[in-house]
Each structure stands twice: as structure tokens, then as C-alpha cells.
């Protein structure tokens, strides 16, 4: 039988977010969930199974409002903090309180779910678990659009039969959005704590698979290492053939990464990433100058519910996180991906080379060109720079930022 696959009913003018809610309140399961041409997970109808209910629609962030059972960044309470194990902060990707929130909650009864990397598939997904041996294996940033299919209806199925058991769930700003949706239509009456992240877009897995292309055999990677420290973004990668430490500046999946051109059609106008929140508490790097000489990585700790307040001071005060300092929040946003990206049709330019057959390394050379002059010679003073030694470069940055 040949299937038939259109968007969500209606037209709209956003773009799936590829979260997977609609297909978890489907009762026709009429709905079905791949990767589309560009790498990103996206949702499709079934029609000849749809009896049009609008349940999907309902819970569709396409058919949303942004300030829908959200709340503004600006209200929010902006802590500084870290991990006070060592050893947590080194294997994290920025202070380590991520890692220390799942931990307590774990220990105190709570499920996790949370973004693991499949070195099988080479794919990232959210699991659910009460296993410490699992948690460990959610550490660190995964950049790349995780699958959540399984793991809400996993979800769905565990609250109904246990009805006391509690829940503390991560994921990307947008995750979170459709996440609350789902519980709301589903009268979800479990406790579920829930941490997003200063999230600068999804990255394609169109882009991943042609960088893989670069390291055969390829059996683990960790998207985020501080071999370089916390402020020198580095890819560490292990193959059959060894092990490579890629600096940003000079690892073509950074670069496609951070010229924010090949990134999901969403991420360049969300507003749940630059003014609105779903979560609990907001969580990423606390980058500028008040840290940094902190190479161990500090987290900013954005407290957005009562829950969240409580959960924070809880981490304090059994000594499983040091607050730095409370810090106004525009200390930390103004070095975060806040605002719109542009360059759209660079980023349909770029897409049509990369379907077309065209290498990774040619198709960044190729849109980079399209960019104006400003950007292109920011890209080449980064990679000068990206060849002075650390110790040096860190130095140089201090000075810089100082004014000497």
C-alpha cells in the first residue's frame, strides 16, 4: 500500500521541530517519524489513516503561540555555579550541574531522561532510566537532534502505571515546549522536573554523516572535550586508526555548526531559544569576562519555577554544587545565541550542494563565499589564532578582554 505523507493538517507558517509528541497522542497511529532530506527527524501524516481529531495539532508547536504556558527569560533567577567534584566538572561539558540535578534526582527516586550517543548508529536519542551506569553515559553535549519517539511513549506508559513514580527530564528548549503540551493533554499528574538549555540550534545529520565520512571506523566521539580547557571548544574523536582532538576553528562539523547555516529550518527564528521558556531551569555555559579564568567550566543556572528554586537550593545545600554568584541576566545572555539567524538562502544553497553529492568540505568552502567579507575574515583570524599554543591564546584573550 502505497502511503501518502504531508505535513500536520493545515498549513502553518513554522516548521516541525521533529519532537515526536504527535505521534505519542496519535490514537490512530497515523502518524510517522523519519529523517527528511535535510537530516532532521520530522513528522508526517498518514493519511489514509487520519480521522482528523486534531489531537496532533493540538499539541503541535507549529500551531502554537511562544508565550503559551511559558514564561520570559527576564524573569528568571541567573546563578552561577559548578559541580564541586573535580572529576564531574572535567567529563562535563561546562560546570557540571546538569550532571549533579540528574545524579540527586536519581539517588532520591526520580527517573532520568536524558540525551545519549548510540557509537552503533552514530545517532543520539532520549532514554529513560534508573541506572547510574546510564546516567553517565548522558554527560557531556550531544550536537546533534535527538530522537524522543520511544522515550515519550515509554513515558506515557509508566506514568499511567505508576502513578507516584517521579520524573526529571532534559532536553532542548523546544523538546521541553511539546513535552509540557503532551503531559497537559494527557493529565499527566506525575511530578516532572524539567531542564532545558541555552541551546544556539540542530545540527543536520545529513552534516554528521558526511563528516563521519572523514574518520572510518569511527567507534566513539565526544562532542565537547576540555583537552584544550572549558573556553577552546574540541572534538574528540576515537576510530580504529587512533585518536583525534579537533579544534572548532578547524573541524569542518564545528564550522558547519557555528556559521549557524546549516541548522534546522526552526532554529533560525525561535523565540523558545531567545525570550520564552517551558522549563524549570535553563542550563548551559556561563560565558565573559567574570569567568574567564575558570577552566573547569562554570554552568549558568537560569531558575525558572518554584520547583526549580527548590531543586537548586536542595543541590546546595547537600553540598553537591557550589554557587558562585547570582548574576543579572543579561551577564550571561549577551553572549548566548539569542537573537534570529539570517542568511536563509545560503542555508537552502548550502542544503542543495550537500543533496547533490557535493563533499562537506566543498560545500563550506562554497556558501562561505556567499557570506559577507566581515564574516569570512572572522572565519580566518579564528584559524590563525586556533594554531597559537593554549596557555598562550588564553592569555592573549585576558589581555584583550582587560583592554591591555
Not at 520564552?276 to 531551569?281: E, K, M, Q
Amino acid at each position: 500500500m502505497s502511503m501518502k505523507l504531508n505535513n500536520i493538517s493545515g498549513s502553518s507558517s513554522r516548521f516541525c521541530i521533529g519532537c515526536g509528541v504527535c505521534l505519542t497522542v496519535c490514537p490512530q497511529d497515523a502518524l510517522c517519524y523519519r529523517l527528511n532530506d535535510e537530516g532532521f527527524y520530522e513528522a508526517f501524516v498518514l493519511e489514509e489513516k487520519c480521522v482528523h481529531c486534531g489531537l496532533c495539532r493540538r499539541v503541535c508547536y507549529k500551531f502554537s503561540e511562544d508565550n503559551e504556558d511559558t514564561v520570559k527569560l527576564e524573569d528568571g533567577i541567573l546563578w552561577a555555579a559548578q559541580s564541586v567534584q573535580e572529576e564531574v566538572k572535567q567529563s562535563c561539558t561546562s560546570g557540571g550541574v546538569a550532571y549533579e540535578i540528574a545524579r540527586y534526582c536519581l539517588v532520591n527516586g526520580y527517573k532520568v531522561a536524558g540525551v545519549v550517543y548510540d557509537n552503533e548508529t552514530h545517532c543520539a536519542k532520549t532514554v529513560l532510566t534508573d541506572s547510574m551506569e546510564r546516567l553517565e553515559q548522558m554527560k557531556g553535549s550531544k550536537y546533534l537532534q535527538a530522537d524522543m519517539q520511544e522515550v515519550l511513549r515509554e513515558l506515557m506508559k509508566d506514568c499511567a502505571l505508576h502513578p507516584e513514580q517521579k520524573y526529571v527530564y532534559f532536553g532542548t528548549p523546544c523538546q521541553i515546549n511539546g513535552l509540557k503540551r503532551l503531559l497537559s493533554i494527557r493529565r499527566i499528574r506525575n511530578e516532572v522536573l524539567t531542564v532545558d538549555l541555552f541551546c544556539h540550534g540542530v545540527p543536520s545529520y545529513k552534516v554528521w554523516d558526511e563528516y563521519r565520512k572523514y574518520f572510518p571506523a569511527l567507534h566513539s566521539v565526544v562532542f565537547r572535550s576540555k583537552k584544550r580547557g572549558w573556553h577552546n571548544f574540541t572534538l574528540a574523536l576515537e576510530t580504529d586508526f587512533g585518536k583525534y582532538y579537533r579544534v572548532a576553528e578547524r573541524d569542518l562539523f564545528y564550522q558547519a555548526f557555528f556559521d549557524n547555516i546549516l541548522l534546522n529550518k526552526p532554529c533560525f527564528d525561535c523565540k523558545l531559544r531567545s525570550r520564552y521558556v517551558s522549563a524549570d531551569i535553563r542550563l548551559g555555559d556561563f560565558w565573559g569576562k567574570k569567568y574567564q579564568t575558570y577552566e573547569d567550566g562554570v554552568s549558568a543556572c537560569l531558575i525558572l519555577s518554584d520547583k526549580g528554586e527548590h531543586l537548586f537550593h536542595q543541590l546546595v545545600n547537600e553540598g553537591r554544587i557550589k554557587p558562585i554568584a547570582k548574576e543579572p541576566i543579561e551577564e550571561c545572555m549577551v553572549f548566548q545565541s539569542h537573537s534570529d539567524y539570517s542568511y536563509w538562502p545560503v542555508r537552502e544553497y548550502a542544503f542543495n550542494c550537500l543533496k547533490g553529492g557535493i563533499s562537506l568540505k566543498q560545500t563550506v568552502r562554497k556558501y562561505r563565499k556567499m557570506l559577507p567579507y566581515s564574516h569570512r575574515l572572522k572565519f580566518r583570524i579564528k584559524r590563525w589564532l586556533s594554531f597559537v599554543p593554549v596557555e598562550l591564546f588564553r592569555q592573549m584573550k585576558i589581555w584583550y578582554r582587560r583592554g591591555i
